[in-house]
């Protein structure tokens, strides 16, 4: 199992990353939140990997946090009818604090809104992970911070509730706060993030 890898970006797209390490160079397919995330081609990079094996192929995906590859995992493993270019579609969507949120509080109009996301598909996610999640924290949009993630996810969460508020989609507003996290970094306020995000 390849659960990391780490070498020079090669080349980079929305959903995918070619990362060469050890001679051989390797097709990595990764949502948008984490293709936003990875440096410019040469430079260093570090994804924490899901390897899925068919008959007739193997797919590596990659992720900027660990907490976004273990759901991804989890909706994959757990969620009937949902696969890898779901889940995918899902996490390129919305940033994982959101997406915990959304299953939280069962907000099946904000998951259904996702591309290839129906409302029944929506609901499976909500009643299927709701339990799973309950508990778990997850990563900030930089994953790896050091701070604690409840904390980051909270800046995060309450960034895109106040764009909301003032009239945004809450995918425009989570995309906007995306954004605002990889330019400010981890040690940013929330008003920061609002601020950032407005303008």
């Not at 990079?45 to 946090?65: M, N, P």
Request: proline letters at 5%; glycine letters at 10%.
């Amino acid at each position: 199992m390849i659960t990391r890898i780490t070498g020079t970006l090669l080349a980079a797209t929305p959903l995918a990353a070619v990362i060469e390490t050890g001679g051989l160079a390797y097709e990595v397919h990764v949502p948008v939140t984490t293709a936003e995330r990875l440096p410019q081609p040469g430079q260093q990079v570090q994804l924490h990997t899901l390897v899925i094996y068919r008959e007739d192929a193997q797919t590596l995906y990659g992720f900027a946090a660990e907490a976004e590859r273990d759901f991804f995992r989890l909706m994959i493993e757990k969620v009937t009818g949902v696969g890898p270019k779901m889940a995918l579609s899902v996490l390129s969507r919305l940033s994982l604090p959101v997406l915990h949120g959304a299953i939280v509080a069962g907000d099946v109009g904000l998951l259904a809104k996702c591309p290839g996301i129906g409302r029944k598909t929506a609901e499976r996610l909500v009643m299927e992970l709701r339990d799973k999640l309950g508990g778990t924290a997850s990563a900030a949009p930089g994953g790896g911070t050091g701070q604690p993630a409840d904390a980051t996810e909270n800046k995060v969460r309450d960034a895109v509730m106040a764009l909301v508020a003032l009239g945004y989609k809450a995918a425009d507003a989570d995309k906007s706060v995306r954004q605002a996290w990889v330019a400010l970094g981890p040690a940013t306020t929330t008003e920061a993030l609002i601020k950032k995000a407005l303008g």
